[in-house]
């Protein structure tokens, strides 16, 4: 069972077109991380949020944790082929242990 | 560019065999963490070592996994004897830090087991 819930599952888009991932839970988090996977490798750390309410900025990719620390969003400006891959997104408690959502798989085409 | 190592990569086996995976974490990190990531799903945390004491196995299916971090370096997954279920991704990853520091985790490449 997860315990964050990704949504959608699925998101096919079009070069150039703007994208939002949501991750939700009714748990609250000491932090919350957002991984991109590639097929047949490990994730890879995107970002880390920690303070209810908070932006981040990475390029094209803006990230926000929610005021109450249960959810957040992922939101891609233009996307570009590159951007393809497994996102996931994972919630920190105070013991460090890190639980994964189901991830959303995204797919831009040229 | 210092990694997480992971071996087999691939590892086919039969039901009711035994098989074992290895992982050697990036130098001087201090937190281990064995996943399963079962093919359109998110890892799931089967084990969290920090240095070489368990700090959460309570998803570890322990009549059949166990997994040990003897000298607090690299570790062994093992899985006895295998199910069709065990199918999957099994992802190592170390980070820097220990308890809820532990920061960004490195993931290895993963290996993939299929049990026939």
């Known amino acids: 069972t997860q315990l964050l819930e990704q949504s959608p599952q699925f998101l096919s888009i079009q070069e150039g077109e703007n994208l939002t991932v949501y991750c939700n839970s009714s748990s609250v988090f000491s932090s919350l991380q957002w991984y991109r996977q590639e097929p047949g490798e490990g994730p890879v750390l995107l970002v880390t949020?920690?303070?209810?309410?908070e932006v981040k900025k990475l390029k094209r990719l803006t990230f926000q944790f929610g005021d109450a620390r249960k959810d957040s969003s992922l939101h891609i400006t233009a996307a570009q082929p590159g951007d393809t891959g497994l996102y996931l997104c994972a919630g920190g408690d105070s013991w460090g242990k890190l639980q994964f959502g189901a991830g959303t798989q995204v797919v831009v085409t040229p | 560019e210092a990694e997480v190592a992971q071996s087999p990569r691939y590892k086919i086996t039969e039901k009711s065999q035994a098989v074992a995976f290895w992982c050697d974490p990036i130098s001087g990190h201090a937190t281990l963490y064995w996943y399963r990531q079962i093919l359109g799903q998110g890892p799931e945390l089967l084990v969290q070592f920090q240095d070489e004491s368990v700090v959460d196995d309570s998803q570890l299916p322990k009549d059949r996994f166990s997994a040990e971090r003897l000298k607090g370096v690299d570790s062994t997954l093992k899985i006895q004897p295998a199910e069709l279920g065990d199918s999957a991704m099994y992802l190592c990853?170390?980070?820097?830090?220990?308890?809820?520091?532990?920061?960004?985790?490195?993931f290895g490449e993963g290996s993939r087991l299929t049990v026939l």
């Open positions: 990853a170390s980070s820097r830090g220990r308890g809820p520091l532990t920061g960004e985790l490195f």
């Open positions: 949020v920690v303070t209810g309410g």
